[in-house]
T-cell receptor
Framework: SQQGEEDPQALSIQEGENATMNCSYK?????LQWYRQNSGRGLVHLIL?????REKHSGRLRVTLDTSKKSSSLLITASRAADTASYFC????????????FGPGTRLSVLP | DTGVSQNPRHKITKRGQNVTFRCDPI?????LYWYRQTLGQGPEFLTY????????KSRLLSDRFSAERPKGSFSTLEIQRTEQGDSAMYLC?????????????FGEGSRLTVL
């Protein structure tokens, strides 16, 4: 069963706008990761946030984690057409934080 | 070593045939994972190895599916007596258990079409 659920399922924005995707999960975690997947390709790791962290930045990406609400958000600022992809959150499912369950993803379309 | 390699990238087969996919992980990675992904869905966990030991296998994995990692390096995923419902992208990923991040490095996937 899937631990994480992304919201919205699909998002369409104009280039230059910010995109926010949310992930909710059910059980306690050690860490949460976000991945990106271009159509027909493998997944690429974007960022990891640990359960004792509340916010993390990487370039145009900002991830927040609220363990009390069991939720995370991914913000992409100043979006570009090249950001068009599916975005997945992955939560760990073992005590070592090394095996992950993926949500169904958010399909982001950035229009030029 | 440029990353995780999967072969073949595409496989079309008739129902009832057996297929085998191969994954070559990043050489220093001791963990290897297989996921299955259908259109519009996230990757679904199938199984994973630490070195040559298969540590966990999804209950969703029927007995027609078998995975091996005989020398703790490359892995194969075999599907016997394929069914149309097996049509999916099969993704392999590797990671280092010693890593602080637990980041998974994915291959490009092997797309299976069962006619």
């Amino acid at each position: 069963s899937q631990q994480g659920e992304e919201d919205p399922q699909a998002l369409s924005i104009q280039e230059g706008e910010n995109a926010t995707m949310n992930c909710s999960y059910k059980t306690s975690i050690n860490n949460l990761q976000w991945y990106r997947q271009n159509s027909g390709r493998g997944l690429v790791h974007l960022i990891l946030i640990r359960s004792n962290e509340r916010e993390k930045h990487s370039g145009r990406l900002r991830v927040t984690l609220d363990t009390s609400k069991k939720s995370s958000s991914l913000l992409i600022t100043a979006s570009r057409a090249a950001d068009t992809a599916s975005y997945f959150c992955a939560t760990d499912r073992d005590n070592y934080g090394q095996n992950f369950v993926f949500g169904p993803g958010t399909r982001l379309s950035v229009l030029p | 070593d440029t990353g995780v390699s999967q072969n073949p990238r595409h496989k079309i087969t008739k129902r009832g045939q057996n297929v085998t996919f191969r994954c070559d992980p990043i050489s220093e990675h001791n963990r290897l994972y297989w996921y299955r992904q259908t259109l519009g869905q996230g990757p679904e966990f199938l199984t994973y190895f630490q070195n040559e030991a298969q540590l966990e296998k999804s209950r969703l994995l029927s007995d027609r599916f078998s995975a091996e990692r005989p020398k703790g390096s490359f892995s194969t995923l075999e599907i016997q007596r394929t069914e149309q419902g097996d049509s999916a992208m099969y993704l392999c990923a590797s990671s280092s258990f010693d890593s602080n991040t637990g980041e998974l490095f994915f291959g490009e996937g092997s797309r299976l079409t069962v006619l």
